[in-house]
C-alpha cells in the first residue's frame, strides 16, 4: 500500500513539473529545446547529489545542515592540492575529495551515534566549523581560474554521448543509490531506523551506527560535489554555496522525504531538485528578478511540507478502513 | 548507548533542580574567567564606554533567546527569527518612504513580528507540521519577500527620534537596550518559573500527550509561544534598525544559528523540557564577553564563529563524555 501512494506522489511531482515546463514553453518555446534541457539538468546534477545523501540522512530522523559548508571546505582543499601539485590526475582528486568529504561527514556521524547529541545541533555546529576552517586554511583569499591546472578544470564539462561527466556523475548516482536503498541490508536499514527506532533495534538493527552510515554517505557525495562545484565554476573561497543546505533541504520535501523519517526515495529526491532547478534557470527567461527565487523555494518548501503531512494523514485512514472492513 | 535511553531521558537519577543550578554555577564561573583572561590580554577591555558598547553585541539575540528557550523547552523550534527580523525592518522601511512617523514605525514592527509568529503557529499547531521545516521554509520566504521588496537597495532615512530604541541611553553607560533587556528578561523569568503557563510549557515538553490529558491545550499553548517568538523578533528589529539607521535584506543573516546557541549554552534541552531563564542571560553574557574580547584581540568574525560553532557541540558534548566516563568507572 505505501509504494502505491510513494507512485504516486512521484507521479504528482512528475506531472507539476511537466505542467511548469509546459508554462514556461507557451511563452518561452526555446526553454523546452532538448540542449537547454540538458544544461537545466547539469545545471542541476550538484543538487541532485546533494539531495540523495540528504534524504538518506533524513530517512534515519536526523538532518545534515552542514552540507553546503563540507562542499567549500572539500572543494577548498582539492583546490589547494591542485595549486600545490598541478600534476596530481584528476581521478586521484577525485578520490581525495570523497574521502576527505566522508571524513567530514563521520565527525557528524560520531557526534550522533556515540554521545546521542541532536542532529540538528551537531550540523548547526559543523556547519560554522567547516566554514571558519576554509577561513583559517585560505587566509580569506580566492583561489582562481587561472590558479588551476587545464584537466582540474575540464573534468566535469567532458562530453560523453553529448552530455558533460557532471550529469553523467548526477545520474550514476541515482541509479547506484536506487539499488543500494532497495537491494542492500543497509539500504534498508535507512528506512527501518527512521520509520520506527524501536521496532528496527529489536529487529537487531542498530540505530545510531545507521545515522553514522548516514552521514558518512552524506558527507561522501557533499565531498564530491564539492570538487565538481569547484572545477566546473573554476573558483573557490569561503562563502561558496553559502545557504545551499537550505536549498537541499527543500529539494528532499519537495520530492516526498517525509521529515519525521522513514519516508522517500532517491527518485523522489531527484524530481524534487529538478523541480527547483527548473524554476532558478526560468526566472531569468521569464524576466523574474532572480531575487524571487528565495521566496519561492520557501513558499514551495511550505507547500510540499502540507501535502506531504496530508498524504502521510490518507494513509492513516486508509489503515483505519481496512481494519474495519476486516472486522 | 542504546535507543530507548535516547528517547526517553532518564531524568529521575539526578534531581532536575540540583542539575540545572549546577549547570549555572558552572556558567557563570566561566562568564567570569572570560571577564578576567579578557581584561588581562586588552588595556582596552576594562572601560565603562567599552563594556557598554559590548552589550549590543548580545542584546539584540538575547531579547529573541529569552522567547526561544520556551519555545524550545515546550519542544518546538523557530529557525525564521532572523528573517522575521528582516521582513520586519522592511516593512519598517517601506513606511518610513510613505511618512509614517515613530510611534507608526513601532507598531508597524511589533505587528509585523505577530504576523509572522501568527503564521508559524498556525502551520506547526492547525496544520500539524514539523516545526522544524515549516520554519525552514518560512525562512526562506519571509527573507524572499525582503528581497523581493528591495533587491539590492537599501531603505534609509529613519526618522530622528526613532534612533533612540538602538542607540539611545537612559543613564550614563547604561543604554535603553540594555535596560529592555533587563527586563524582558525579568518579564521571561517570571512567566517561564512563576506561573501556570511556565509550568505548561515544561509539561508539553516533557510529554505532550499527557500534558493534553491533564488539561492543558497544548495548541494554543505552542501557538501563544510562536506569537511570542515573532513578538520578540519584531522588538529586536526595532532595535537593531533602530542602531544601524538602515534596512538591507541581507539584515541579521544566521543569527537564528546565534540564538540557538544562546540558548543551548544557557542549559536548555534541545529536546524539550528542562532549561531556565538565568542560564540563557548568563549564556547571552558569555557570548556577548567571546566574541567582544576576540575582536578587541583582532580576531576575525568568522575565526569567532568556529568559537561559537565548537561552544555549541562542546557543552552538550563534555556533560555526555563525562556521565559515559561516570557510568563506565561505576560498572568496574
Redesign the interface.
Known sequence: MPKNILMSREVLLTGAIALLLAIIASRFPAFIAPTNLANVFNDTAPLILLAIGQMIVILTRCIDLSVAANLALTGMVVAMINVAMPGLPVPVIIVISIGFGALLGVINGVLVWKLAIPPIVVTLGTMTIFRGTIFLLSDGKWVNSHEFSDSFKAFPRTEFLGLPLMSWIAIAAVLLFTLVMSRTTLGRAFYAAGGNPHAATYAGIDVGKTQFWAFTISGALAGLTGYLWVSRFAVAFVDLAGGFELNVVAACVIGGVAIMGGIGTVFGAMLGSLFLGIISNALPVVNISPFWQLAISGGAIIIAVILNAQANRDKGRIILKRAEQAT | ????S??IPDRLQSPLERRLKSWETLLLAVAVAIFIVNSFTSPYFLNAWNLSDMTFNFTEKAMIAFAMALLIIAGE?DLSVASIIALASTAMGAAVQLGVGTPGLVLIGLGVGLLCGAFNGF?VTR????S???T??????????S??VL??QAYRGYPSDFAFFGQGYVFWVISFEFVLFACLALIYFVLLHKTNFGRAVYAIGNNAVGAEFSGIRVARVKFILFLLTGLMSGVAAICLTSRLASTR?SIAVGWE?EI??MV?LGGVN??GGSGSIPGVVIAAFVMGLVTFGLGLLNV?G??M??V???L??GV??LP??WE?WRMQAAKR
Open positions: 548507548m542504546s535507543d530507548t535516547r528517547s523550534i502551520l496544520m500539524g507540521l514539523p522544524i521545516v515549516v525552514i521554509g518560512t525562512m526562506s520566504l519571509f527573507r524572499g519577500i528581497y523581493i533587491g539590492d535584506p544559528l540557538v546557541t543551548v534541545i529536546l576575525p568568522i575565526v564563529s568556529i561559537i560553532g565548537a555549541l557541540i552538550i558534548a555526555r563524555l559515559n
